[in-house]
Nanobody, 119 residues
């Protein structure tokens, strides 16, 4: 069982920045790809970004390309989401998730962290 704990959410003005962290309890963190998702009020959970197990490849939703950066530090068992040029429409609960190498579904999810962007 892997536990994921997000942190770093908060209230920020439009145009501002935040960095989310996701700490994993996995003994072999580099056996997992990591992803960030978000869920806005009244909407379904949506993909934000993904990074492969060793950080070699990243993927982003079109809505965040050029503004958000996903990264990871395998020595610290932590993934990050750096968010810049934030917009009110980025307001959501942000979740990190892990997917074991070779699997197609994300196995473990964090509890989420709230990000609120004021206009």
């Amino acid at each position: 069982q892997v536990q994921l704990v997000e942190s770093g959410g908060g209230l920020v003005q439009a145009g501002g920045s935040l960095r989310l962290s996701c700490a994993s309890s996995a003994r072999t963190f580099n056996n997992y790809h990591m992803g960030w998702f978000r869920q806005a009020p009244g909407k379904e959970r949506a993909f934000v970004a993904h990074i492969t197990s060793r950080g070699g490849n990243t993927t982003y939703a079109d809505s965040v390309k050029g503004r958000f950066t996903i990264s990871r530090d395998n020595a610290k068992n932590t993934a990050y989401l750096q968010m810049t040029s934030l917009k009110p429409e980025d307001t959501a609960v942000y979740y990190c998730a892990s997917r074991a190498i070779g699997k197609t579904k994300y196995d473990y999810w964090g509890q989420g962290t709230q990000v609120t962007v004021s206009s």
